[in-house]
T-cell receptor
Framework: AQTVTQSQPEMSVQEAETVTLSCTYD???????LFWYKQPPSRQMILVIR??????QNATENRFSVNFQKAAKSFSLKISDSQLGDTAMYFC?????????????FGTGTRLQVTL | EAGVTQFPSHSVIEKGQTVTLRCDPI?????LYWYRRVMGKEIKFLLH????????ESGMPNNRFLAERTGGTYSTLKVQPAELEDSGVYFC????????????FGEGSRLTVL
């Protein structure tokens, strides 16, 4: 079974600064996806960024980038130039590739507060 | 395009009562998932439908939980009888079969059992 660990329950960052959220996972699979999802207060969860395990290049989406270390089973999220709208719960998630039988395994989440 | 919608957004019931949660996935998405988050803990998988069939129901806690997806469109999750430990936020998500990976989530249904 896969497990996902987020060791930072809460974090705070000032506007325009950079923050890194940590995530580690455990799996015996070789082919899988990793995700960061964001859930703003009272709103639905949305995908922030996705990484395919077979790709060595770290995924980037505008101000969001990941540091994917496959051997170390680490998948951190870096948010650059933080904005007030980045305030949310951030969940790291894992999905193994197995045809139609696919499901996400989530971590416990990190609550990020962006302050002025 | 409408997103995943869930109803009700919040339900408060007493122990022993019944509650039915509904999820309408994005039109055309044949994969539908139910997840639950208990306060402060991780989001846990409950089950996965492909069209009207249960692909994986390994996360269903016990037989007090019944999920259906008649006709492969919307889904319901019924809890009967509800217990205190059933309190939490129930999320529904959907995915198109051609999209490997990304799930689209609803806003969740918060269930409080008193």
């Amino acid at each position: 079974a896969q497990t996902v660990t987020q060791s930072q329950p809460e974090m705070s960052v000032q506007e325009a600064e950079t923050v890194t959220l940590s995530c580690t996972y455990d799996t015996s699979e070789n082919n899988y996806y990793l995700f960061w999802y964001k859930q703003p207060p009272s709103r639905q969860m949305i995908l922030v960024i996705r990484q395919e395990a077979y790709k060595q290049q770290n995924a980037t989406e505008n101000r969001f980038s990941v540091n994917f270390q496959k051997a170390a089973k680490s998948f951190s999220l870096k948010i650059s130039d933080s904005q007030l709208g980045d305030t949310a719960m951030y969940f790291c998630a894992f999905m193994k590739l197995s045809g139609t039988a696919s499901k996400l395994t989530f971590g416990t989440g990190t609550r990020l507060q962006v302050t002025l | 395009e409408a997103g995943v919608t869930q109803f009700p957004s919040h339900s408060v019931i007493e122990k022993g009562q019944t509650v039915t949660l509904r999820c309408d996935p994005i039109s055309g998405h044949d994969n539908l998932y139910w997840y639950r988050r208990v306060m402060g803990k991780e989001i846990k998988f409950l089950l996965h439908f492909v069209k009207e069939s249960k692909q994986d129901e390994s996360g269903m806690p016990n037989n007090r939980f019944l999920a259906e997806r008649t006709g492969g469109t919307y889904s319901t999750l019924k809890v009967q009888p509800a217990e205190l430990e059933d309190s939490g936020v129930y999320f529904c998500a959907s995915r198109h079969h051609t999209n490997t990976g990304e799930l689209f989530f609803g806003e969740g249904s918060r269930l409080t059992v008193l």
